[in-house]
């Protein structure tokens, strides 16, 4: 399971390899799969969102954001109240944070592999840096928390409250992964547990010594969008790609635009 990271809105979007799932030039199946995003995203904010809790434990709950998914390719969800508080506590952290100096930033680390496992990744990436977005200005930090609690990157106390913050909310995503998987699986008429085994185990504790989440929490910074400076026709802020993740959870900002796509017809 992976997630990405209003307080009371979640988009849950299941990942794909390829849209088109064959070798070759993709930009067809991208721009049939970008308008079909485009049309959904459009009515997001008219969407009833389906509760976490209730698609979790209610067949017909479940029956109905699985259609959803499928249809659309991903769903509003409404997180629990339990919740809210994690998020208003990140969303705070993350923006002192990123108003920190470039210098402090680095100084948790480039974006690179960490734990017992060459393919788990934590760090911070700077604008300019390469990647998806760099062009851009984007910037983010990817926090992971290992078997023994420890938050990673180190060095989060750059911020008093940041690595509590990431901890907490990673532990609420990663139990909504856990319910998610689990209703689509059943959706599917699989076993439970058929996608959660081969992920993360549900208590972060039962992980191997020295391993760490395969879950991510990205904690996103995009360059201002104001009235004067929107993007123009040939100007993307994050470009073409393909989440590495099963299933990402995005948690929406109710007090800016976002989750856009613009398909290749304009």
């Known amino acids: ?38 049309q959904g995203l459009g009515a997001l904010h008219a969407m009833t969102p389906h509760d976490l809790d209730a698609v979790a434990a209610d067949a017909d709950a479940r029956a109905r954001f699985c259609a959803e998914l499928r249809r659309r390719g991903f769903a509003a969800v409404r997180a629990p109240a339990r919740m809210h508080a994690s998020v208003r506590g990140m969303r705070r952290a993350a923006a002192a944070f990123f108003a920190l100096p470039p210098a402090v930033k680095e100084g948790l680390g480039d974006f690179t592999w960490v734990g017992s496992s060459s393919s788990v990744y934590a760090g911070y990436r700077r604008p300019g840096a390469g990647g998806s977005g760099a062009a851009s200005g984007n910037e983010f930090v990817e926090v992971r928390v290992a078997q023994d609690l420890r938050v990673l990157p180190e060095h989060l106390s750059v911020v008093p409250g940041l690595a509590e913050a990431a901890r907490d909310l990673v532990g609420h995503l990663h139990a909504a992964a856990h319910a998610l998987l689990g209703a689509m699986a059943e959706d599917l008429g699989a076993p439970g547990d058929v996608f959660t085994r081969a992920c993360d185990p549900r208590a972060i504790a039962d ?60």
């Not at 849950?12 to 079909?36: C, F, I, K, N, Y």
């Not at 123009?232 to 635009?257: A, K, M, N, Q, Y």
């Open 207 to 266: 992980m191997a010594p020295g391993a760490a989440l395969s879950s991510a929490l990205r904690l996103c910074h995009y360059p201002g969008q104001g009235p004067d400076s929107a993007p123009g026709p040939s100007e993307v802020l994050l470009e073409e790609h393909t989440d590495s993740t099963f299933i990402t959870l995005s948690l929406l900002d109710p007090s800016c635009p976002g989750l856009q796509v613009r398909p290749a017809a304009g």
């Open 1 to 38: 399971s992976g997630h990405v990271r209003a307080a009371a809105r979640v988009v849950a979007m299941a990942g794909r390899a390829r849209p088109d799932g064959l070798p070759g030039d993709p930009a067809a199946g991208l721009r049939d799969r970008a308008e079909a995003v485009a």
